[in-house]
């Protein structure tokens, strides 16, 4: 199976701020790799697919890039509404595994 | 309107069944590729099962053996049937739907819970 590896488990930062997460695979899995919001009470929100797609509706502060095991999440200006846990999974192949997420805070 | 509709959570004894139906709206479920995924309470997601526009299905290892993915075209309804329950399948389950298998889950339903306790 894959494991997907986030860094990190938690961070503080302010509105406005760069924020960038990482997540890294145990192997290749090319650009299979997806990225979602999580927020308490709410189905998670899919952002970007195959690696650095925007999901259609998701505001373009959010972007993702990599390929190969390495890949980043980054919110160019953290907006209020962005607090929340952000999990990076991998579509390449069954078992489908979830990274174990990034809570954002607010500082 | 296209949405995912979960139902059949509740709670049950350890070692009992369930089955979790998945009603779909706007598209057919046959020509996507339909997950359940769960989140145990305070826990990260975690991937259940997959069935494909095929019908070939495939499962995590922790419920490989006691869980059945299945769908029904002519309903439009996705089901996660659940037996030999233990207290760490306690979760919200939900449905997700996937256009392109390599594509993240572009669509959830609202969830359902599931709990398991004596």
């Known amino acids: 199976d894959i494991q997907m590896t986030q860094s990190p488990s938690s961070l503080s930062a302010s509105v406005g701020d760069r924020v960038t997460i990482t997540c890294r695979a145990s192997q290749s899995i090319s650009t299979y790799l997806n990225w979602y919001q999580d927020k308490p009470g709410k189905a998670p929100k899919l952002l970007i697919y195959a690696a650095s797609s925007l999901q259609s509706g998701v505001p373009s502060r959010f972007s993702g890039s990599g390929s190969g095991t390495d890949f980043t999440l980054t919110i160019s200006s953290l907006q209020p509404e962005d607090f929340a846990t952000y999990y990076c999974q991998q579509s390449y192949s069954t078992p489908f595994t979830f990274g174990g997420g990034t809570k954002v805070e607010i500082k | 309107e296209v949405q995912l509709v979960e139902s059949g959570g509740g709670l049950i004894q350890p070692g009992g069944s369930l089955r979790l139906s998945c009603a779909a709206s706007?598209?057919?479920?046959?020509?996507?590729?339909m997950s359940w995924v769960r989140q145990a309470p305070g826990k990260g997601l975690e991937w259940v099962s997959v069935i494909y526009t095929g019908g070939s299905t495939y499962y995590a290892d922790s419920v490989k053996g006691r869980f059945t993915i299945s769908r029904d075209n002519s309903k439009n309804t996705v089901y996660l049937q659940m037996n030999s329950l233990r207290a760490e399948d306690t979760a919200v389950y939900y449905c997700a739907k996937t256009g392109t298998i390599g594509d993240g889950f572009g669509m959830w339903g609202q969830g359902t819970v599931v709990t398991v306790s004596s």
């Open positions: 706007g598209f057919r479920v046959s020509s996507n590729y």
